[in-house]
C-alpha cells in the first residue's frame, strides 16, 4: 500500500496555552526553538501529507505557529481548552469545522508539541505500520521499564503483591506467561476520520502499536521533565536533531 491510499490527510497539533502543571509549555524553548515549532517543522518535514492545523484558544501561541507559516484556520472553545475536554474532543472539533467550511478528511494523524525527541522518521514509520497493518488506529509507544504486575500494594506499613501470580516473573521475557507491556507516548496518533468520528475515541480497537525507543520517548507535562529532557539533550545532541 501506498500513502495514496491514506487519502487526504490532515496532521493536527494540539496547542492549549493553559497546562495546569507546567503553563505555557507549547511554546517554551527547548534549545532555542519552541516545543511548538518543533512539532510543526516535524509535520512540514512530510511530503504526503495535505494540511498541518494548529488548534488552539491563545493568541500568543497563535502567534507561534505563524513564526512557521502554519495558518490558524480558527480558534478552538475556551471549554477545549479546560478539563475534562481532552485531546479526542479537540480533534473531533477540528474535523467538524473542517466538513463545515467544505474540506473532509480521511486520515488523520495528531502530533503533541510535548514529545521534542520524535523525528519525522518516526512518523513515517507509524504510517507504514498502519498502512502494513491495514489498522483504523495506531498509536505510539514505549516499552514499560518497570512493569506494573510487580506492584506491590502498601497498606499500613505491609506490603502484599497486586498480581502474586507474577510474583518474581517480571524481571525476565523468558517467561511467557508475564504479558509484554507499553505505554503510549504521546507522540503520534493516527486515525482512520470515519471510524474516529463513529467511536469518539482513539483508544479503539484493534489498536495496532509503533515502538519508538524509550529515549524517544519524553513526553514533557511537568517541569523536571522539561529540565530532565534538556539534560538529555545537552548530553546526547543527536536526540534534538
Request: negative net charge; aromatic residues 8%.
Given at each position: 500500500?501506498?500513502?495514496?491510499?491514506?487519502?487526504?490527510?490532515?496532521?493536527l497539533i494540539p496547542a492549549k496555552?493553559?497546562?495546569?502543571?507546567?503553563?505555557?509549555?507549547?511554546?517554551?524553548?527547548?534549545?532555542?526553538?519552541?516545543?511548538?515549532?518543533?512539532?510543526?517543522?516535524?509535520?512540514?518535514?512530510?511530503?504526503?501529507?495535505?494540511?498541518?492545523?494548529?488548534?488552539?484558544?491563545?493568541?500568543?501561541?497563535?502567534?507561534?505557529?505563524?513564526?512557521?507559516?502554519?495558518?490558524?484556520?480558527?480558534?478552538?472553545?475556551?471549554?477545549l481548552s479546560k478539563d475534562p475536554?481532552?485531546?479526542?474532543?479537540?480533534?473531533?472539533?477540528?474535523?467538524?469545522?473542517?466538513?463545515?467550511?467544505?474540506?473532509?478528511?480521511?486520515?488523520?494523524?495528531?502530533?503533541?508539541?510535548?514529545?521534542?525527541?520524535?523525528?519525522?522518521?518516526?512518523?513515517?514509520?507509524?504510517?507504514?505500520?498502519?498502512?502494513?497493518?491495514?489498522?483504523?488506529?495506531?498509536?505510539?509507544?514505549?516499552?514499560?521499564?518497570?512493569?506494573?504486575?510487580?506492584?506491590l500494594i502498601l497498606d499500613d506499613?505491609?506490603?502484599?503483591?497486586?498480581?502474586?501470580?507474577?510474583?518474581?516473573?517480571?524481571?525476565?521475557?523468558?517467561?511467557?506467561?508475564?504479558?509484554?507491556?507499553?505505554?503510549?507516548?504521546?507522540?503520534?496518533?493516527?486515525?482512520?476520520?470515519?471510524?474516529?468520528?463513529?467511536?469518539?475515541?482513539?483508544?479503539?480497537?484493534?489498536?495496532?502499536?509503533?515502538?519508538?525507543?524509550?529515549?524517544?520517548?519524553?513526553?514533557?507535562?511537568?517541569?523536571?521533565?522539561?529540565?530532565?529532557?534538556?539534560?538529555?539533550?545537552?548530553?546526547?545532541?543527536?536526540?534534538?536533531?
Amino acid at each position: 500500500m501506498t500513502h495514496q491510499s491514506l487519502g487526504k490527510i490532515l496532521v493536527l497539533i494540539p496547542a492549549k496555552a493553559g497546562s495546569v502543571r507546567l503553563p505555557r509549555k507549547n511554546i517554551r524553548k527547548f534549545l532555542g526553538v519552541s516545543l511548538l515549532g518543533r512539532a510543526i517543522k516535524r509535520a512540514q518535514n512530510l511530503s504526503f501529507i495535505d494540511r498541518i492545523c494548529v488548534s488552539t484558544e491563545d493568541d500568543e501561541v497563535a502567534d507561534e505557529a505563524r513564526k512557521f507559516n502554519v495558518d490558524i484556520p480558527f480558534m478552538r472553545p475556551e471549554v477545549l481548552s479546560k478539563d475534562p475536554a481532552g485531546v479526542v474532543e479537540v480533534a473531533l472539533h477540528a474535523l467538524e469545522w473542517f466538513e463545515l467550511h467544505g474540506e473532509d478528511f480521511d486520515t488523520l494523524i495528531i502530533l503533541l508539541p510535548t514529545s521534542p525527541f520524535c523525528k519525522s522518521s518516526h512518523i513515517e514509520g507509524a504510517v507504514d505500520v498502519y498502512l502494513k497493518t491495514g489498522a483504523k488506529f495506531l498509536m505510539s509507544v514505549s516499552r514499560e521499564v518497570h512493569s506494573p504486575f510487580s506492584s506491590l500494594i502498601l497498606d499500613d506499613g505491609w506490603l502484599t503483591p497486586l498480581h502474586p501470580e507474577y510474583l518474581n516473573q517480571t524481571g525476565s521475557r523468558s517467561n511467557a506467561l508475564v504479558p509484554l507491556l507499553a505505554r503510549c507516548n504521546g507522540a503520534i496518533t493516527i486515525c482512520n476520520v470515519e471510524e474516529f468520528k463513529k467511536t469518539k475515541n482513539y483508544y479503539s480497537y484493534p489498536l495496532a502499536a509503533y515502538e519508538m525507543p524509550l529515549e524517544r520517548s519524553i513526553d514533557i507535562d511537568t517541569e523536571l521533565e522539561f529540565q530532565f529532557a534538556e539534560f538529555l539533550a545537552e548530553r546526547n545532541p543527536s536526540l534534538a536533531d
